[in-house]
């Protein structure tokens, strides 16, 4: 419930404090007054997007607090656990508009964004202004609010769950289809490619090797050469044999010269160790650069043959053995694919079923909540001075989506044997009025611990239906907080607690107040209403009776 609205510096508001209270409060005054700046600072503190500039001329900045009392089971303590705010029963929303247009806002004095505050007032206040009846208006809307009085939130996402998952297979299946008609355009390529690969078989690092080895075989002739002279000089013509003469020579002397010889025959004896080392290693050298000329050719002809693929194909010679594995992926792909394809349109098959079977299901939601919505219309319009008037909810077959497959109209008869309609074209703008708060009432009937504000919802109409009008609006408040902004004194009459608003011109500057109205200024307040700016004596007795009919 709505406690009080506390508005500081707000347009040509200075200082003013509400307090409401249970049950219908109203408030009237002349046109101008200032009653929809009351609904703006309201709105504003509730995070709803309106005016953009608020702050009262000459202030630095404008501030709006609203307090709510809330019950344990309130929907509004949901929202707070979210948003890690403590709230027991008392619930203070407060934020303030500075003269640069930046805005802060606190819940029980911990800072929130505007989301916040949004989320929290779906939950504490549901606002129907004087053109609210636009709504009803679009046929768009009309399923939305026959969801919401079937309650049908948890069918609704279960469905939207159900959309997306087709929609994916939907997508993976075009994917596969188009992958798999890509893939076939160049299947002829593909095969010759992979059998050309294959039958290569590079492998990473082999062209590099290819390529030393045919220039060491290029250049093999003259090292041969160079290398044989030098086996011939390490040999027994050479080197060797000199070495063995050495050695010959000075063995048989070495013990008449009395120990000088030894040292010099074992450096003779490592040099002999050391030359066949050597000789070793060029004869190793030689054998290793003996080829014939066909092997030079086999060799040019695999590195030449490398290097033209990897020309042909745009990669590097040592990407070709992943390449080839790329292309093997891809035949792999052409020959599993229609498989691929069919499990594919399997599933999809399956969801369409789930999908189509939870779309029959919410219809059939949707048109048991439609014939339970006309009763409670039925219901509703009787009071309201339209017994002869018939609300239809009409339901139809539309192209599916993710809310299902159905198109909600709601279509009117106001006049006994006319046809129904559309109610822009069939129902006058007081008749819109009362479908409107007819409308309203069966879809906040569970509502609860909601403040319902109207905005002029008795617009258009006067008299006995104006009447009828404050009484359903009476009656709408026995279980709940209703604020009515209006101009209808029949209207003010049935309410619980009445509020004047004022704007009075003092010291040259424009303001607007609010006054809580007792007994005997109520009777002057409606007799106002009932006669203009000279209240009579007949007008008053006109009040009177308004407020106490029997």
Not at 477 to 499: E, I, M, R, W
Request: glycine share 8%; net charge negative; proline share 3%.
């Amino acid at each position: 419930m709505l406690k009080s609205l506390d508005i500081r510096d707000i347009l040509i508001i200075e200082r003013l404090q509400l307090l409401f209270k249970p049950g219908l409060n109203v408030l009237t005054g002349e046109t101008g007054a200032g009653k929809s700046i009351l609904l703006d600072a309201l709105g504003f503190a509730l995070g709803w997007r309106g005016r953009a500039e608020l702050v009262r001329e000459g202030a630095d900045q404008g501030e709006v607090s609203v307090e709510f009392d809330l019950p344990k089971d309130h929907a509004a303590h949901s929202v707070l656990q979210d948003a890690g705010i403590p709230c027991e029963n008392e619930l203070i929303l407060r934020r303030i508009n500075t003269r640069q247009g930046r805005k802060t806002a606190w819940v029980n004095d911990r800072r929130v964004t505007g989301e916040v505050l949004r989320a929290l007032s779906q939950t504490l206040v549901e606002l129907h202004g004087q053109f609210d009846d636009r709504g009803l208006l679009n046929p768009r809307g009309h399923m939305a609010l026959l969801d919401d009085f079937g309650n049908h939130s948890s069918i609704i996402s279960d469905l939207r769950k159900q959309w997306r998952a087709m929609a994916d297979y939907q997508t993976k299946l075009t994917q596969a289809q188009a992958d798999l008609a890509a893939v076939k355009a160049e299947e002829e390529f593909l095969r010759h490619a992979v059998e050309e690969l294959d039958g290569l078989a590079p492998q990473t690092g082999e062209e590099a090797d290819l390529d030393a080895k045919r220039r060491l075989m290029q250049g093999a002739q003259r090292i041969r050469e160079d290398i044989e002279k030098a086996a011939n000089a390490l040999g027994f013509g050479g080197a060797e044999g000199n070495l063995n003469d050495a050695c010959r020579w000075l063995d048989p002397v070495a013990d008449a010269a009395d120990g000088r010889l030894d040292a010099p025959l074992s450096n003779l004896q490592d040099a002999q160790n050391a030359l066949a080392e050597a000789q070793q290693g060029v004869e190793a050298a030689l054998a290793g650069l003996s080829f014939n000329s066909g092997d030079l050719e086999i060799v040019e002809e695999r590195l030449f043959a490398i290097r033209g693929l990897a020309r042909k194909h745009a990669v590097q010679p040592d990407d070709l053995a992943g390449f080839a594995d790329g292309l093997r992926q891809k035949l792999a792909a052409l020959d599993q694919g229609a498989d691929n394809i069919a499990k594919l349109q399997s599933e999809l098959d399956k969801q369409q079923v789930n999908y189509q079977a939870k779309a029959e299901k919410l219809t059939q939601k949707r048109q048991k909540a439609a014939r339970a919505l006309d009763k409670a219309m039925a219901v509703e319009l009787a009071p309201l001075k339209m017994e002869r008037a018939v609300f239809l909810t009409e339901i139809s077959r539309a192209e599916a989506g993710a809310e299902g497959q159905d198109r909600v109209v709601f279509s009117v008869v106001t006049n006994p044997g006319a046809p129904a309609g559309p109610l822009n074209k069939i129902a006058s703008g007081g008749e819109l009025s009362r479908f409107l708060l007819a409308l309203k009432v069966c879809l906040t009937a569970r509502s609860s611990g909601i403040t319902m504000i109207f905005d002029e919802i008795d617009r258009g109409v006067g008299g006995a239906t104006a009447a009828a009008v404050g009484g359903r609006l009476a009656a709408l408040a026995n279980d709940s907080q209703v604020l009515v902004v209006t101009h209808s004194p029949q209207v003010a009459a049935k309410g619980g607690h009445h509020f004047r608003v004022e704007k009075a011109v003092l010291k040259g500057q424009t303001r607007t107040s609010v006054q809580s109205l007792d007994c005997d200024q109520r009777v002057e307040e409606i007799a106002r209403m009932l006669s203009g700016d000279t209240v009579t004596d007949a007008a008053k007795d006109a009040a009177k009776s308004l407020l106490n009919p029997n």
